[in-house]
């Protein structure tokens, strides 16, 4: 995600995961799947938005009209309330400075943010946001994204992603990400759409679509020409992926860049 050193532990693949095809968890109970060839999707852009350069975007999360966002680094991570239509800025809320804040996901009415190294949940009340830490995880927060009213997702910048019980944050069960029986590392920012789980992966422009019941990369998307070589020099990667229903798009944005762009995914012609 942030910073490369924390990555060190992440580099051991453990046998089991390559013996177990498309994400299997070692669980008897756990279908094994056979490893399917993922298609490739193109980025086609509907819109663009205006978007914060200071903004170390960690999660982005659509509701009624409001794109909110999540933004990191100690001293600077908060909260922020955007106009989904131009992308400005209406309102924000910092976080304290020895938090750094992660990615985020909405819950009825609740905004749930993970935080880097602390392992704190925070809650937000949409109507009148402040910051409660409502439980722990026993990890780093990186992505979020919730499947129902009962059940979130959260990833770690391993291969692994947790579903947990929104009542606990308790695991519920783990599935291991694989394209081509390949553990894939680095997953980060979450959104779910439609039955799949989209991840991009932490320090490229990459996003996977994955199917939440095998841990299989089903298909990939190739994010990597929506910014200029002008925009590029004082950005980071991409790290913010929302759903717009109402535009029957994804809102894709990245650390420190200078838009948001309204997109859809398309098979390749």
Same mark, same amino acid.
């Given at each position: 995600m942030?910073?490369?050193?924390?990555?060190?532990? +992440?580099?051991?693949?453990?046998?089991?995961?390559?013996? #177990?095809?498309?994400?299997?968890?070692g669980d008897s109970s756990i279908t094994e799947h056979s490893?399917?060839?993922?298609?490739?999707? $193109?980025? #086609?852009?509907?819109?663009?938005l205006y978007h914060d350069t200071t903004a170390f975007t960690q999660g982005l999360e659509m509701r009624d009209g409001i794109l909110w966002e999540s933004t990191g680094l100690y001293g600077s991570s908060s909260l922020r309330k955007l106009d989904a239509s131009t992308g400005e800025l209406l309102e924000d809320w910092p976080l304290p400075v020895t938090l750094f804040?992660?990615?985020?996901?909405?819950?009825? *009415?609740?905004i749930f943010q993970l935080t880097w190294q602390s392992g704190l949940v925070l809650s937000w009340?949409?109507?009148?946001?402040?910051?409660?830490?409502?439980?722990?995880?026993?990890t780093q927060g990186w992505g979020?994204?919730?499947?129902?009213?009962?059940t979130v997702v959260t990833?770690?910048?391993?291969? $692994? +992603?947790?579903?947990?019980?929104?009542? *606990?944050?308790? #695991? #519920?069960?783990?599935?291991?990400?694989? +394209?081509?029986?390949?553990?894939?590392?680095?997953?980060?920012?979450l959104e779910y759409v439609d039955g799949w789980i989209?991840?991009?992966q932490w320090n490229s422009d990459r996003i996977l679509r994955i199917d939440p019941a095998s841990g299989c990369v089903e298909a990939l998307i190739d994010a990597s020409d929506l910014l200029s070589p002008d925009d590029r020099l004082n950005a980071g990667p991409l790290n913010g992926i929302a759903w717009d229903a109402e535009r029957q798009a994804f809102l894709l944005t990245g650390k420190l860049?200078?838009?948001?762009?309204?997109v859809r995914f398309e098979k390749q012609l």
């Open positions: 942030h910073i490369s050193h924390r990555f060190c532990l +992440l580099l051991t693949v453990f046998p089991a995961w390559i013996a #177990i095809s498309c994400g299997g968890t490893d399917p060839l993922p298609e490739t999707l $193109q980025v #086609i852009v509907l819109d663009t804040g992660e990615g985020i996901t909405i819950v009825k *009415d609740q009340n949409l109507e009148d946001p402040e910051p409660v830490i409502t439980d722990t995880i026993e979020i994204c919730a499947i129902d009213t009962n990833s770690n910048g391993s291969s $692994q +992603l947790k579903f947990r019980s929104v009542s *606990d944050f308790n #695991i #519920i069960r783990s599935i291991h990400v694989t +394209l081509d029986n390949v553990p894939q590392i680095y997953l980060n920012e989209y991840s991009n860049w200078p838009w948001i762009f309204a």
